[in-house]
């Protein structure tokens, strides 16, 4: 008696577990089936696997009951994509099913079904593609309840069978955000040189926070209104600070086409940083970064039809795009291109959403990782140290020379330290370039050119990495008159062995190229003038006589200066320009315009006129009264000097205050003068670019403007650049 009841419970038992399995459901992931590593792992290939089921009855659950419920449940995790698809596809679902069945995801009814019958093997009946994407590696809850519908052969249809039972069929969508990781020049959705980022090696990009609102498309410095704080382009020359991101959706394209379902972008995975970006429609359809080389192009970017923003994508709350963003989005037309500014910095895998018609996200497809910082984390920023505020001139020591100051170089004290291993995302090349700033520039001026050169480099897709030296030029004049030009060329000559020190501690296996524009070229010169080795060094509207670097009396300009260039005494003559940087090293390339306006007024300052010469040569000063001299018929040793008021004065023995004070050079600038031969190598004339007379056109003109300029910059640094 005791046994038959306990026979009696354990059956009873296993009948209520069988319910309660049907009722609270089976592990959902007994139904799927992975198509992804089939062929090319797509919805076509799941047909093809259904029809197959259908013909062997292989569903992964058969159902032999009319009438049968049961519910399928749980996490189900798809796996992780191979290597090679990474970035490219998300998952997709399809119910196969010849009984009606109803799915949710997230506890979200995706699909409706329960109860109605379907027919196999018509797929249009029981073959259905699921609006859904789900995220490889990421879990996700399912539920899918089945109901046994229907369970004979259909007479209409004779032998075709009645299989009931259900499947979820796994297999790849084209979903994608993409960026050009590699920075070739070409975004690539596919093949060996697909574009990929990952969360070890993100898409690095600045966060726009300039201001390219000056006059002529020109930056305003210091900043007034940073170029992130609105939803517009401020200019053509704001688009240098935007970058190319391409949405690929190749699926769900009926639903997308008529607003049933809704296209986002939102930010994941961001660790506590914040990172944001703004959107703009792309306004070439093929995506192409031609509003970057072309003027006309770049015109038609800032056209009004795509100027304003059209989201601002902030925080893990997916941004929706506006319906009509997805006019003429097809099968055949399945990408959408986009420009996107760096708003607030931050780093994150940037993610597509799918959304109802009512806004409600019920899916997730690929992303690209971003990192968003300020540009100047981007590149090294590091300062001569040894002459401050406070460092005097030469002329105020009346009784001995000069006292030689201590030089040498720090990193910028002013914070956003330079990240080391930043370019090692970028698929590093082993190359410097270090820039060297002019005269009259503040800290900010030095800073957004160094920025902008850095920025051109860039996008005219330079991997290697970049530096910047801050010399403590005097930036201050007086009713344009350029009366701190000698003491900050004496301050440039001596900043040269900070340039020295400094190159020196460059990592070995990098080429070094250098580049100086204007007064940066004597501390380039000096530097050079003491050892420093580089490989090539490119001169840009370099203020520095032509004869230091090419004796050749062709290039005197018959101007009949007194000047100790010509002196008779050889000891004379070399505390004179004349050829001081003959006998350096590396390629020398002389990027001149001969109708530079600043080097026009260099001349002006290379003369004396009349008693009261104010940053002239020599530099006088009390009205002409007393200051520096050249006597060439004094003794030899005292043709040199200086006289003050009530002192008997010095003679002068520094070439470095003899250049900079009194020596007037007989020739141009090199950087107005293309005929300089000696130590330069090669040159440019820059008058190709239309730079017409304008001394820092480089930086001053809009990108689209310059890019022939920054080309041949790379090429003769023998440095591939972007087509």
Same mark, same amino acid.
């Given at each position: ?7 009696? *419970? ?43 089921? /259908?013909?062997?009855?292989? +569903? ?8 049968? $419920? ?30 009606? *069945? ?64 259900? !499947? ?9 955000? %993409? ?17 990929? !980022? ?74 506590? !940083? ?54 003429? $989005? ?6 959408? *291109? ?104 503040? $800290? ?39 009366? /701190? ?49 580089? @490989? ?50 590396? !390629?020398?390339?002389?990027? $001149?315009?001969?109708?530079? @306006? ?15 010469? +104010? ?10 009264? %007393? ?87 790379? /090429? ?8």
């Amino acid at each position: 008696m005791k046994v038959a009841r306990l026979v009696v *419970c354990l059956v009873t038992c296993l009948i209520i577990s069988a319910q309660v399995t049907n009722l609270f459901g089976q592990d959902v992931s007994t139904l799927v089936v992975d198509v992804s590593d089939l062929a090319d792992g797509s919805v076509a290939q799941a047909r093809l696997e259904a029809q197959r089921q /259908t013909a062997s009855g292989g +569903l992964p659950f058969r159902s032999f009951r009319r009438g049968e $419920y049961r519910r399928f449940s749980g996490e189900y995790t798809p796996p992780e994509l191979p290597e090679d698809k990474r970035g490219q596809f998300a998952y997709g679902l399809a119910l196969f099913s010849d009984d009606g *069945c109803s799915v949710a995801i997230k506890g979200s009814q995706i699909h409706g079904l329960l109860g109605r019958p379907q027919h196999l093997p018509h797929s249009s009946e029981s073959f259905h593609v699921l609006p859904v994407a789900l995220v490889p590696g990421e879990s996700v809850d399912i539920t899918v309840d089945y109901l046994n519908t229907i369970y004979f052969v259909d007479p209409r249809r004779p032998g075709l069978p009645d299989i009931d039972g259900c !499947t979820l069929f796994l297999y790849l969508i084209p979903v994608s955000v %993409t960026v050009d990781a590699n920075r070739d020049g070409a975004i690539t959705l596919s093949g060996e040189s697909r574009d990929i !980022t990952s969360e070890a090696q993100p898409f690095r990009f600045w966060v726009n926070s300039d201001d390219d609102r000056g006059a002529q498309g020109a930056e305003q410095v210091p900043v007034a209104n940073p170029d992130n704080n609105d939803d517009q382009l401020s200019s053509v020359r704001d688009l240098e600070d935007l970058t190319r991101l391409w949405l690929n959706i190749d699926a769900f394209h009926d639903k997308i086409s008529n607003g049933t379902f809704k296209i986002g972008l939102k930010w994941k995975n961001t660790n506590g !940083t914040s990172p944001v970006i703004k959107i703009y429609k792309s306004a070439d359809a093929q995506g192409s970064d031609a509003y970057l080389k072309d003027d006309r192009a770049g015109q038609d970017q800032f056209a009004a039809e795509y100027r304003g923003a059209i989201a601002t994508v902030a925080g893990n709350s997916a941004v929706v795009f506006p319906a009509d963003f997805w006019t003429g $989005y097809s099968e055949q037309n399945p990408k959408r *291109c986009l420009i996107f500014e760096g708003i607030a910095e931050g780093k994150g895998q940037l993610c597509i959403t799918i959304h109802k018609s009512d806004g409600t996200e019920i899916a997730e497809g690929g992303g690209a990782w971003l990192d968003l910082v300020d540009v100047q984390k981007m590149y090294l920023r590091v300062r001569a140290t040894g002459i401050d505020e406070s460092f005097p001139e030469p002329s105020q020591t009346s009784d001995r020379n000069p006292p030689e100051p201590m030089m040498g170089w720090e990193t910028d004290p002013n914070g956003k330290a330079y990240d080391e291993g930043m370019p090692l995302s970028w698929q590093e090349t082993k190359q410097y370039i270090v820039f060297v700033h002019g005269w009259n520039m503040s $800290y900010e001026g030095s800073q957004n050119f160094a920025e902008t050169m850095f920025k051109r480099l860039w996008q005219r897709g330079y991997k290697g990495r970049f530096a910047y030296m801050r010399w403590p030029t005097m930036d201050n004049s007086f009713a344009n008159i350029p009366y /701190t030009y000698n003491a900050s060329e004496y301050r440039a000559w001596k900043c040269g062995e900070s340039l020295r020190q400094f190159m020196n501690t460059l990592p070995s296996g990098y080429s070094r190229n250098l580049v100086s524009h204007s007064m940066g070229g004597i501390v380039c010169g000096s530097a050079l003038q003491k050892g420093m080795n580089v @490989d090539n060094y490119a001169l840009l509207n370099a203020a520095v006589p032509a004869a230091c670097y090419d004796d050749s009396p062709t290039l005197d300009q018959g101007w009949d200066y007194t000047t100790p260039h010509y002196d008779s005494d050889e000891d004379t003559r070399n505390l004179s320009y004349r050829y001081k940087l003959n006998s350096i090293n590396g !390629t020398l390339i002389n990027f $001149y315009l001969s109708g530079d @306006d600043a080097l026009e007024a260099w001349e002006v300052n290379n003369y004396t006129s009349g008693p009261f010469s +104010l940053g002239t040569r020599p530099q006088r000063y009390n009205a002409g009264a %007393t200051g520096y001299y050249y006597n060439p018929n004094a003794s030899t040793g005292q043709r040199l000097g200086i006289n003050y008021p009530a002192l008997v004065g010095r003679f002068i023995t520094s070439p470095h205050e003899a250049m900079s004070y009194v020596a007037q050079s007989p020739t141009k600038a090199v950087g107005a003068d293309g005929r300089t031969a000696g130590s330069i190598d090669d040159k440019v004339d820059m008058a190709m670019y239309g730079f017409g007379g304008m001394h820092s056109a480089q930086f001053r003109f809009a990108l689209q403007q310059t890019v022939s300029f920054y080309n041949e910059l790379l /090429t003769k640094f023998d440095i591939t650049f972007l087509p």
